[in-house]
């Protein structure tokens, strides 16, 4: 059943570490795979995709790995900064039918920089 | 600035009222998504428009939702009767191209009392 004030897994980093956040997907049939920021007052933001027939996507200090064998996506941002402070969502799709691509969000993890 | 613009920015309105939040998308893009998120909860889907057509909602999308491209460039989310559980973050989504990632508006925080 649905749950209410879910508490979203916190990340705690120090300024200039790299960061890693995990997110497990639900359908094997996705195809694909985004990273979205979400600043406090702001709607989510696209960071990085990746789509299924790859394992490793790289941008601009953030890295997106996919392991379909295990349902496992993840984000890596290099030399973490106070502006990545956010809460980061994972979401997979699949295309249907109607060429429609309806977004299945994860709960999404709370990265706290410190500087 | 995002791409997608949405207005009010914040709504409040006393239950039972009709709301009308307003999103003006990417241009010229023909799919259109609406979006939700309780606070502190996932975002979750409500509904996608293509070609002025519905082409999927979800569960939480009941009769007192609609939307409606009243003309050429916005694209509204109204709720007949609002209910206190409708309080959230709505955000209206698009892409740039079809199979593109979604682009998202800052969203209209409503409030109902």
């Known amino acids: 059943g649905e749950s209410v004030g879910l508490h979203l897994p916190t990340l705690s980093v120090q300024e200039g570490d790299n960061s890693i956040i995990n997110c497990a997907y639900s359908?094997?049939?996705?195809?694909?795979f985004i990273w979205y920021k979400q600043e406090s007052g702001k709607g989510p933001q696209f960071i990085i995709d990746?789509?299924?027939n790859m394992d490793k996507r790289q941008g601009q200090r953030v890295t997106v790995l996919l392991n379909k064998t295990v349902k496992h996506l993840s984000l890596q941002i290099a030399a973490t900064q106070p502006g990545d402070s956010a809460v980061y969502f994972c979401?997979?799709?699949?295309?249907?039918?109607?060429?429609?691509?309806?977004?299945?969000w994860g709960l999404g993890t709370s990265l706290a920089v410190n500087p | 600035e995002p791409e997608v613009t949405q207005t009010p920015s914040h709504q409040v309105t006393q239950m039972g009222q009709e709301v009308i939040l307003r999103c003006v998308p990417i241009?010229?893009?023909?799919?259109f998504y609406w979006y939700r998120q309780i606070l502190g909860q996932k975002v979750e889907f409500l509904v996608s428009?293509?070609?002025?057509?519905?082409?999927?909602k979800s569960e939480i999308f009941d009769d007192q939702f609609s939307v409606e491209r009243p003309d050429g460039s916005n694209f509204t989310l109204k709720i007949r009767s609002t209910k206190l559980e409708d309080s959230a973050m709505y955000f209206c989504?698009?892409?740039?191209?079809?199979?593109?990632?979604?682009?998202f508006g800052n969203g209209t925080r409503l409030t109902v009392t």
């Open positions: 989504a698009s892409p740039r191209a079809p199979n593109s990632p979604l682009h």
């Open positions: 241009s010229n893009h023909l799919y």
């Open positions: 428009f293509y070609n002025n057509e519905i082409s999927e």
């Open positions: 359908n094997s049939a996705s195809d694909y």
């Open positions: 990746i789509r299924s």
């Open positions: 979401a997979e799709t699949l295309l249907n039918a109607g060429n429609n691509r309806k977004l299945i």
